[in-house]
């Protein structure tokens, strides 16, 4: 597994939030100081971790739930979509010819990376071609020449030639003809002045398409400043975080990324020519999580805040119209499959909004509509001013039984309380299970 201790810590940083029984300041404050300690713990920066927790602890204390999602799952939500968001989005790969510079440290899989990057390509039915230029390591132009035979990529290098820049010019020329071209570079075990002049030479001969730097995911806090340094050199375009398939910490790698305001391209997840797979910063933190359809979850959560219809804000405020009660119901049953999602994940306190709210048939909804489409727009908006005598009118308008009338007008008061709850937290869910029932709604 990805990140095992990170992922379990965060995991049970989660679990309390679901076993809360509501959801407050306190256990806001809390799950925050676990997701702090679960990440300083896995070596990404403090100041960063900072940042995280400030925007994680900021939203969920004053973002108000979305309808049809309750505070729990809310603050989830919070903490999955802010991970994501310190990751950032995916290094774009176009698939076009284009030129590829390997940089990196010695022993950071910078040759392995690059044999599975032209597999990456050919896989995709473009050309590639290698070229080594990784002159300091004696092993390296037989290994990167031998994995390029196996996987029937065309390779360049000069086994007794030591000016790699010399190499790289020559090597770009002979391969013109192909696709994509991608340059292995040579590492040192540490940062040297020597290596990053090396690298700005190689640079400098031709507009590479992208400098990628090649990070072990084992390397801890001094990967900001191995970041930084190459991204002076030779402006980093993409990270290609290797041996994630091991029980690295990886914060340090996913630290530099954020430091130098580049994002990650590719993780190697294996020894193998094929265990290269594209960054997807969304489904990188499910699997962190262990949450394979958080991603759904945020989806759907978007699609239903996306409706123009359901002012939440408003509703939060006590201002609960009928046409609002309305578009509530009607959001709270288009999340419907979100209900599944929620029954799949390992978090048993995530899934309790009453099924109840799931299933009120369409003639239900189409009975209130009629209803309320018998309606003024003052007594949409003020149902309190609908005493006896309009409820015949409506009923008789509607073509409906009073009692029809009356159940609305109940159903929506022990709605607009729910509300209020809901910025409350915990208590909406219970409120709004009372009025499932006490309305008997299938
Ligand atoms: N498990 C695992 N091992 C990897 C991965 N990527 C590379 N390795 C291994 O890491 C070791 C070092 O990789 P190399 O590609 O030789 O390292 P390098 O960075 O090119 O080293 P220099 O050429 O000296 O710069 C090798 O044993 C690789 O098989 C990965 O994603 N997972």
């Given at each position: 597994m990805v990140l095992d201790n990170l992922g379990s810590s965060l995991k049970s940083a989660i679990q309390k939030l679901a076993n809360a029984g509501k959801i407050d300041k306190e256990i806001i404050d809390d799950v925050v100081k676990d997701i702090q300690r679960a990440l300083i713990q896995a070596d990404v920066n403090v100041k960063l971790v900072m940042k995280l927790s400030n925007r994680i602890k900021e939203r969920a204390l004053t973002e108000a739930p979305p309808a049809g999602m309750d505070s729990r799952e809310h603050v989830l939500r919070i903490v999955y979509t802010e991970l994501v968001n310190i990751i950032g989005k995916a290094t774009p790969i176009a698939l076009e010819p284009q030129t590829i510079m390997m940089v990196g440290l010695q022993g950071s899989g910078k040759t392995t990376t690059t044999a599975k990057l032209a597999r990456f390509f050919s896989r995709k039915g473009l050309k590639p071609a290698v070229i080594c230029a990784d002159t300091y390591r004696p092993g390296a132009y037989d290994q990167l020449s031998q994995l390029c035979e196996k996987l029937g990529v065309m390779f360049y290098g000069e086994r007794d030639n030591k000016d790699a820049v010399a190499i790289v010019r020559n090597g770009l020329k002979e391969t013109q003809k192909y696709d994509v071209r991608i340059v292995d570079t040579a590492g040192r075990h540490a940062l040297e002045t020597e290596l990053i002049k090396e690298m700005k030479d190689i640079w400098g001969l031709t507009n590479f398409t992208h400098r990628f730097l090649v990070l072990d995911a084992?390397?801890?806090?001094?990967a900001s400043e191995q970041a930084k340094a190459f991204n002076d050199a030779v402006g980093i375009t993409g990270v290609v975080i290797t041996?994630?398939?091991?029980?690295?910490?990886?914060g340090g790698a996913l630290s530099a990324v954020s430091d130098t305001n580049t994002s990650i391209a590719f993780i190697g997840?294996?020894?193998?020519?094929?265990?290269?797979e594209r960054f997807d910063p969304d489904g990188f933190i499910s699997r962190l999580l262990g949450m394979g359809d958080l991603k759904a979850l945020v989806e759907k959560a978007n699609e239903v805040l996306s409706q123009k219809d359901v002012n939440v804000e408003k509703m939060m405020t006590g201002k609960f119209t009928l046409n609002d009660m309305y578009s509530q119901l009607e959001a709270i049953n288009k999340m419907g499959p979100l209900k599944q999602i929620m029954s799949m994940?390992?978090?048993?306190?995530?899934?309790?909004?009453?099924d109840d709210a799931y299933r009120m048939t369409q003639d239900k909804m189409q009975g209130y509509r009629i209803i309320m489409d018998s309606m003024t727009e003052d007594e949409k908006d003020d149902p309190k001013l609908i005493g006896s005598s309009r409820i015949a009118r409506i009923a008789m308008g509607s073509g409906r039984a009073p009692e029809d009338v009356r159940e609305l007008l109940k159903y929506h008061k022990m709605m607009q309380k729910a509300m209020k709850g809901m910025k409350g937290g915990g208590q909406s869910n219970k409120n709004l299970k009372k009025i499932m029932k006490q309305m008997n709604i299938k």
């Open positions: 084992a390397i801890g806090q001094q041996k994630l398939d091991g029980t690295a910490k990886g997840v294996g020894e193998t020519p094929d265990d290269l994940l390992p978090l048993g306190g995530l899934g309790n909004i009453p």
